[in-house]
């Protein structure tokens, strides 16, 4: 699914993404990288103002190109480092 019918789905959606990103960002802080303030906003607007259907996902692309997709490395990553490094990550748990 592209990013602006996903958006439209619920008017959860678009916080949920944000959430996700906010929990995957104090991961990628725990572990010494740097994210410059607003990154979170910054690429959520990216992707909103996008007209039409939006943006295409890397998955999305991944599926119709007969390719396993990247959830383990896109989400399953971040969820493994948050509980190593102790960092809250109950979004992507779920």
Known sequence: MRTNPFF???PYALPLCKTIMQ???A???AKGLTI???KVDELLKQCTD???LGLPSSMMADNFQGRPMEVEV???TPVKEGLRLGVP???LLT
Do not use: N, R, W
């Open 8 to 10: 439209e789905s619920s």
């Open 23 to 25: 929990e995957v960002e």
């Open 27 to 29: 991961v990628a802080k």
């Open 36 to 38: 410059p303030d607003g």
């Open 50 to 52: 996008v007209g039409g």
């Open 74 to 76: 896109i989400l399953g």
């Open 89 to 91: 990550v109950p979004t």
